[in-house]
């Protein structure tokens, strides 16, 4: 049987979803399905089998699976001991910061699983410590919604990932040389002049030419790495960028979509509407009350 793609219905701009101590079930459970986002999924207690890449693996409590984007993979819990897991989905670029220490990333463990084709880590006594916590923090940040949540999620997440990343090396002996693969050098620029510059008009074709790689393979890697096309992606930078235009200016809405790339103001109100729920006008009111 094909593998089914599962989709993702959350915060576009934001692409990170916790599922924390869901009870799992045979039955609910999907077939082989495979994903843009990473995964990381903890087993707090319970037993089960997971398939990952042709490979069954037992699951027990305090395992971490890790799971790359595109990887072909299905749960089945034991019927009379279910499965009780914590899933963590992201998007890569999510994490990938700006660094200093080029032989150093976020998402190392994920290139290391691919490599090695060794998704789950039996972890010890300290570090299932440690992924607990960050999944309760997690939890409560992304529950709570406090000023700042978003950033504060990220943090905890690079930090439970460093440890993760440590304890791989530890154990293995894998020392990482040279550019982590989190994607071709051409796509990282792209990116980052998109993060820089949102209001510059970015088509598929335009991108893929200055690219020098042809469009449906941009398409590709574009859309594994940030789980959106092109447009979508575009869009979405555009409406962060909105978003502090009017949290922290005084600009009329129809100077703000110029700044942010819209041709018209009522092309700029349908965007915003659709990333957020609400109108400009009601974002900047909202922002006004919590001063």
Known sequence: MKPIRKPFFGDPLFPFELGYKNVKKQINELPDHLHDQYELVYIHQGKGVFFIDNTWYEKKQGDLFIIPGNTIHHSLPHNEDPIVSSALFFAPTLLAMERIDDSYHSLLCFDFARKKRMYRIEQPAALVSVTETALGQIHQELADRKPGYHEAVKLITCQLLLQINRYIQSVSGHRP?????????????????????????????????????????????FKQLTT??????????????AKELLSRTDNNIHDISEQCGYET????????????????????QNQSGMY
Do not use: C
């Open 228 to 241: 959106m096309n092109v447009t979508q992606y575009v869009n979405a930078k555009r409406v962060i960028r």
């Open 265 to 284: 103001p009522t092309h700029f109100y349908r965007i915003f509407k659709a990333f957020t729920g609400m109108t400009p006008n009601k974002y900047r």
């Open 177 to 221: 040389a040279g550019e982590p693969r989190v994607g071709p050098s051409w796509i990282k620029e792209v990116l980052h002049d998109i993060d820089e510059h949102p209001e510059r008009e970015a088509s598929l074709a335009r991108l893929a030419e200055r690219a020098n790689v042809s469009a449906p393979h941009f398409s590709r890697v």
